[in-house]
């Protein structure tokens, strides 16, 4: 068995204290001087090891302003965001292609929504699937062009994957099949035998005038609930309608509706422009980027659960400041106690991305805001997190494209540390074994993370804790220990490298 010996110590200092800050997981990417619209859209797997983004704008080979969809893998090697595949290209200008954007669990899958297309009648809109083939590493359309089956407008303005990509949500918020942009949702399953996606349940139809259903889409792990926004958008220069959030749930064949309407309190404010839903179906957030409860578009968030079988506020409203249009992206964590929400208005839209838990009975601000670096940002104006809601990508929307970019962050307060202390522990790693001398200072617990924030399981050989087995080889990076001490919470930060 290969050695392992700790070579460098990034940092050699503890702390027992938490600090407010996030830890950078990679380098920033930045658009190329040729990308347009580069990051406008961002979305993540549910491990945090995937990511894509849209450029919608770009001039590609198939002509100019058709715009491309790039994925991008953490590489644990380089500590970085490496390309994954193909450049995914847009097929005409003007589409809008990636608008909206959908990763599975996996990764594996990804969902592109393209709702200024042509492709069945004058900017219907469709969706595309694509699957990556590890063996060709490339990503390959799986399956046919998916629309809601009608001559309507906007099709896949929003999109959402089950956990494991086999089901697709699809919103068409023009939709007038029943009535003027009362808007649409269509579900698809992925069907084996046809290796094509069908149709199931009925078409989920807005039954309200201009509120434009399906602007925003959410479905649960299993894809048996989802969450439907409809924001009320503008007609004639005016306010439409007060936004409304509607939540179905599958049964038997046909989508159910799933407790009482929950309507926006204010008429133009964009109630449910943005939704999210957590993995059981029983949570959801909305977002209201123009509310002016506060002060004019400063925007609203509010968190709903389902309790003896209506839709009950959980903790406060959260309202921003002047301007800042919170609520521009929402997203919950898959069991619902932590939220990330943007406001790509914030400080003349540099833009901001907060994160908050559930605590004492209300939402409670976690760690500093990640701000943008620039007037005209827009930070936040997409967002995406893993399963825990620990890792956060974020996609800066500039007016100048070539400044665009993204970046990721992890929220875990134990990766970000004040350190105090350098002289309680020493640590080597021998044969897959992590020895600490604790200096007679007494531990209860240790936890260890990579810089995604992933636990690296550890099994204690003794009760002291003073030697624990890697379950499995870790290889040549930085390392977060958690250590649960008589002192208190101590972190370590440190590099390992093998020999």
């Known amino acids: ?63 100019s302003g058709t715009g491309y969809v790039r994925i991008y893998e953490f590489d644990n090697t380089s500590n970085n965001w490496v390309q994954k595949g193909n450049d995914i290209l847009g097929d005409n200008s003007g589409d809008k292609f990636g608008n909206s954007l959908a990763l599975n669990s996996d990764g594996n899958l990804l969902a592109i929504g393209i709702p200024l297309s042509d492709f069945y009648s004058f900017q219907s809109g469709i969706v595309k699937v694509y699957e990556f083939n590890s063996s060709t590493n490339q990503w390959e359309q799986k399956g046919t062009n998916l629309t809601d089956g009608l001559t309507d407008y906007f099709t896949g303005n929003s999109i959402s994957f089950n956990s494991a990509g086999n089901r697709i949500a699809i919103g068409t918020p023009s939709s007038q099949s029943g009535g003027t942009h009362n808007g649409n949702i269509v579900i698809f399953d992925f069907d084996t035998t046809s290796n094509n996606w069908v149709q199931i349940g009925g078409t989920i139809t807005g039954t309200e005038n201009y509120t434009n259903l399906g602007y925003s889409v959410a479905l649960n792990d299993t894809g048996n609930t989802v ?53 059981n179906g ?76 559930f605590l004492n009975n209300n939402w409670q601000k976690e760690g500093n805001a990640i701000i943008g670096t620039a007037s005209g940002d827009r930070l936040g104006n997409s967002i995406s997190i893993n399963q825990n809601g620990e890792l956060v990508a974020i996609g800066s929307f500039r007016n100048d494209d070539i400044n665009n970019y993204f970046q990721v962050f992890n929220t875990n307060s134990t990766l970000s540390l004040n350190d105090i202390r350098n002289d309680l522990f020493r640590f080597y790693i021998s044969n897959n ?67």
């Not at 159910?256 to 939704?275: H, M, P, R």
């Not at 030697?467 to 290889?475: G, H, N, P, V």
């Open 282 to 357: 029983d949570q959801i957030i909305v977002g209201a980027l123009l509310n002016d409860e506060n002060s004019e578009n400063a925007g609203k968030v509010e968190i709903y659960q389902f309790e003896n079988s209506n839709w009950t506020k959980k903790g406060g409203s959260i309202l921003g400041n002047e301007g800042d249009k919170l609520g521009s992206a929402v997203k919950l964590n898959n069991s619902g106690d932590r939220i990330t929400v943007g406001s790509n208005g914030f400080d003349t839209d540099k833009g901001k991305v907060e994160t908050f838990k």
């Open 227 to 279: 969450v439907a926004g409809g924001p009320g958008l503008y007609r004639n220069g005016n306010p439409a309608i007060n936004g409304v959030v509607k939540i179905y749930q599958l049964t038997g064949n046909s989508w159910v509706q799933k407790g009482q309407n929950i309507l926006g309190s204010e008429t133009g404010d964009f109630f449910g422009a943005t939704v999210d839903i957590n993995a």
């Open 1 to 63: 068995m290969k050695k392992i010996t700790m070579l460098a110590i990034v940092l050699a200092y503890f702390t027992c204290l938490f600090t407010n800050a996030q830890t950078q997981v990679g380098s920033t990417v930045f658009a190329s001087s040729t990308d347009e619209n580069f990051a406008e859209t961002v979305t993540m797997s549910s491990d945090g090891k995937v990511l894509a983004i849209s450029a919608d704008g770009t001039n590609t080979t198939n002509g």
């Open 433 to 499: 074994i992590l020895y600490i001398n604790s200096n007679n200072t007494l531990i209860h617990d240790v936890k260890m993370y990579n810089s995604l924030g992933q636990e690296i399981k550890l099994n204690p050989l003794n009760s002291e804790f003073s030697e624990l087995q890697f379950t499995k080889a870790i290889s040549s990076n930085i390392y977060f220990l958690k250590l649960d001490t008589d002192k208190g919470i101590i972190n370590k930060k440190i590099l390992f490298k093998k020999s």
